[in-house]
């Protein structure tokens, strides 16, 4: 095969590869952002389960005083 057409093969290839890293690159900080919402939301989801049930313990502790009296 003729040089020139090898280096026009060549760099079609390598900027195939590109294309895709770069694709890559920009699916991974989509991922990489849902990622840190999700572990933010779960977080968030765990301290307001805890307050419901403190709360939800104070009332029964206040009901069982109020009935104790």
């Not at 890559?24 to 990622?35: A, K, P």
């Not at 999700?38 to 403190?54: E, Q």
């Not at 502790?61 to 009296?69: F, K, N, S, T």
């Amino acid at each position: 095969m003729n040089d020139q057409l090898l280096d026009e093969r060549h760099a079609n290839l390598m900027d195939g590869i590109e294309k895709i890293q770069l694709r890559l690159d920009i699916m991974n900080g989509r991922v990489g952002d849902s990622e840190q919402r999700i572990a933010v939301l779960d977080d968030r989801s765990g301290r307001i389960n805890a307050v419901a049930i403190s709360a939800l313990s104070a009332v029964i502790v206040a009901a069982i005083y109020w009935m104790m009296r």
